[in-house]
């Protein structure tokens, strides 16, 4: 089961690695459009619809990553003090309310969404050359279609940790090189 998990979270990662080009893109195309506005005095006409193209594919795409590294932002105040089962059995039933539903209407949205873009050869209002946004509204159910899969490891790691007590290993990007030391093992080296 754990290859099954680790599988998917390459997959969200390989995704989120190949989309992180885009900020490069993205910080080139800002830089260029800075010089040439302000030092040039000739500003482009298709540098707002590249910036915002490229950073929302970034950020959509991502989001499968961030959950196969459980990086989302979570109020966890309360959960974090119950027992690890009781947290998995939280996480399970609000992945099957929530999360799912969620995506699901994302993937379904987003779809007809993108559909429709293409159908009419949307070209964006903002810059007099008009770039085609249908490529880029086509990231809405694709993005969508990660998320999902992603969410079906993470429910499969909450039923492992109900049924074994503990909580699967996920792949880990960066390493600590100090572990983080508790608390009060803290307050001993600060007396």
């Given amino acids: 089961m ?3 998990l ?11 690695k ?22 040039m005095r000739s500003p482009t006409a298709w540098a707002y619809d590249t910036a915002y193209i490229l950073y929302g594919s970034l950020f959509m795409m991502a989001g499968a990553y961030a959950l196969s590294r459980n990086a989302h932002v979570r109020a966890d105040v ?12 939280v996480d399970l039933v609000l992945y099957f309310v929530f999360f799912f539903p969620g995506v ?6 987003g779809y ?4 429709m873009s293409w159908a009419i050869g949307e070209r964006s209002p903002f810059s007099p050359g008009g770039p085609p946004l249908y490529h880029f509204k086509s990231v809405i159910p694709i993005c969508g ?12 790691r ?3 940790c109900i049924k074994n007590g503990y909580w699967p290993a996920r792949l880990d990007d960066v390493k600590e090189v100090v572990p983080v030391q508790k608390a009060d093992e803290i307050e001993e080296i600060r007396t």
């Fill in 2 to 4: 754990q290859k099954f």
């Fill in 112 to 115: 007809f969404f993108a559909a």
């Fill in 145 to 156: 279609a990660f998320l999902a899969l992603q969410g079906i490891a993470e429910v499969t």
């Fill in 18 to 39: 190949v989309f992180a080009w885009a900020i490069l893109i993205l910080t080139f195309v800002v830089t260029y459009e800075v010089f040439m506005r302000y030092v």
């Fill in 78 to 89: 309360v959960s974090r003090h119950l027992p690890v089962r009781v947290q998995a059995g």
């Fill in 158 to 160: 909450c039923i492992l």
């Fill in 104 to 109: 699901l209407a994302l993937i379904y949205s």
């Fill in 6 to 16: 680790f599988f998917i979270d390459h997959i969200s990662t390989w995704v989120a």
